[in-house]
């Protein structure tokens, strides 16, 4: 296997023509005959570059509005031949078919013809044949072949040309494993569509494909390895962000950001989350994101420390300057102004990401969960309670402000590792219970973090993500001075529950909508 390969012939057809004029100026200054077809070859001609027709070099016109244009053993027997087989080389010169040494195909765009909401059709024609064929055809004859499937790719083999005369074989590994790669993700966006367009959610075959953003310095650990990827459809948040400043994110970050702006995303009104381990720590929304900070904050500024905080408008001068006094790890928003950006330029360490926009919390989507030897899917939990949907239980009825607040507190709970618990007054989070093995000991964790807070729990409401399965939850929330309770209900016993919140005189509320997140 020859290390390195001198160019004599290349093929190229793009879609994606960014950069194509320069790197085929490149190949033509080092004697490289150009082959290539309609848009491309157009492309190349008007900038005045050689090129020759791929139909005049097989003797094979194009046919069928172009379906088939490069699937003639002209071409890739071109490709495929071996060169270090004589007998490879006999029988293409008794065909006369003359090796091609490079292969430059970026694929026609199915992916950004689907985004763009495109008719059924209009899809089907934008997924391509000839490309994947030559590319895995160049990838397979790598020994002898270089495959460029990305403008990216273009400088490398330029450099590579003038470094050494040719491309060198562990270049040509390189460029083979990401043409897979390519065409491997461009098969698994065309299945996907395929299953949806059948209405099929779950496929007997679910292919996922991801591109690489980030190699990241460990996973959850430091004796772990651990990559950032980004995947179709765009989803504003962290695959999205602007990194404005700071270090470089780590796992965890990745992991605790993308909690804290789902979570953030929830609520119309300006609202700020604070996340420490993927749980909210404090949730507020106020008349301005300055006082919203002010309110989740006070939840439990010991563990606001070192936390996440996602706002859901623009980053000001005024709130950055709040947040700026305590240690924080991350700061996610649509934007920021240029005054909160100067003003955070004195946390160096401090990682400010601008997303350009919001997710969508009633888009349901996919989301993934390994396991050993497979993973899980399930559509996002975009189930979201309006005050129509709450059916009152008790004999006390909740007032209008405690519905407001019972809405907010069990919108929070969607975010909160089950068991979860939270309390809430006045539109903020004064007490979180998260992740606890029993409902009743997140009720108790939760009050005693507000207490510990110096927070007045009287007349706060209780929102708990399942039913509460006795009612001595439902009473750790009483004594800590809740008058409005909100749960999905459902229990065998909810008749005792109901018994126990009459006995009290508080109201309560069921939603017929559980939100574990485990």
């Known amino acids: 296997m020859s290390d390195i390969v001198r160019i004599r012939r290349a093929l190229i057809s793009v879609s994606d023509k960014t950069g194509l004029v320069e790197f085929a100026r490149a190949l033509e200054a ?99 044949i000839g490309g994947p064929a030559m590319i895995r055809s160049a990838a397979k004859n790598h020994a002898s072949v270089a495959v460029l499937t990305a403008p990216e790719h273009f400088a490398t083999v330029i450099a590579e040309l003038n470094t050494h005369g040719g491309t060198r074989l562990a270049t040509r590994r390189a460029l083979a494993a990401s043409a897979y790669g390519r065409t491997a993700a461009y098969d698994a966006a065309i299945s996907t569509w395929f299953a949806a367009q059948n209405g099929v959610e779950y496929p007997a075959t679910f292919a996922i494909a991801g591109q690489l953003k980030q190699t990241l310095r460990y996973g959850e650990n430091p004796h772990q390895s651990a990559a950032f990827y980004t995947a179709a459809p765009a989803r504003f948040g962290v695959a999205t962000a602007t990194q404005v400043q700071g270090k470089e994110l780590s796992y965890n970050n990745f992991n605790d950001t993308d909690a804290a ?202 929102a708990s993500d399942a039913f509460f399965p006795f009612a001595d939850g439902l009473e750790a929330a009483i004594s800590a001075g809740a008058k409005a309770v909100i749960q999905p209900g459902g229990s065998i016993r909810d008749a005792e529950v109901i018994e126990a919140a009459d006995a009290a005189g508080i109201a309560m509320v069921f939603t017929n909508m559980r939100h574990f997140r485990h």
């Not at 090129?51 to 071109?78: A, C």
């Not at 040494?101 to 059924?120: I, K, S």
């Not at 009104?269 to 919203?292: F, L, M």
Request: aromatic letters at 6%; glycine letters at 8%; charged letters at 20%.
């Open 261 to 462: 702006y789902e979570c953030v995303a929830e609520f119309a009104e300006p609202t700020v989350v604070i996340v420490k381990h993927a749980n909210p720590c404090g949730i507020a929304t106020a008349a301005c994101v300055a006082d919203a900070w002010d309110a989740a904050l006070a939840c439990d500024p010991v563990s606001a420390f070192g936390g996440i905080v996602a706002l859901n408008r623009p980053l000001d001068e005024a709130t950055a300057t709040k947040i700026s006094s305590i240690f924080t790890e991350v700061i996610i928003a649509p934007e920021a102004t240029q005054g909160a950006i100067d003003i955070l330029a004195a946390k160096k360490n401090l990682r400010l990401l601008l997303t350009g926009g919001l997710p969508d919390p009633s888009e349901a989507g996919i989301t993934f969960k390994s396991l050993a030897g497979g993973f899980l899917l399930q559509t996002r939990d975009a189930g979201r309670i309006t005050p129509h949907d709450l059916k009152i239980v008790t004999k006390r009825a909740p007032t209008p402000a405690e519905i407001e607040d019972l809405i907010f507190a069990f919108r929070v709970c969607k975010h909160v590792k089950s068991n979860a618990i939270v309390y809430a007054k006045n539109l903020a989070t004064i007490g979180v219970g998260a992740g606890q093995m029993n409902r009743v000991d997140s009720a108790r964790i939760a009050a005693w973090r507000g207490a510990a807070a110096g927070l007045d729990f009287t007349g706060c409401v209780v």
């Open 30 to 128: 080092h004697g490289v005959e150009i082959l290539s077809t309609g848009g491309s070859a157009k492309a190349l001609r008007d900038a005045g570059v050689p090129v020759r027709e791929v139909s005049d070099h097989t003797g094979f016109p194009e046919i069928l509005d172009g379906r088939v244009k490069t699937l003639v053993p002209q071409v890739h027997g071109g490709i495929l031949g071996r060169r270090d087989l004589p007998e490879h080389l006999a029988q293409m010169e008794a065909h006369n078919i003359a090796p091609i040494d490079l292969v430059a195909v970026n694929l026609y765009p199915f992916e950004a013809t689907v985004a763009r909401g495109a008719a059924f059709e209009d899809c089907i024609e934008n997924i391509d």
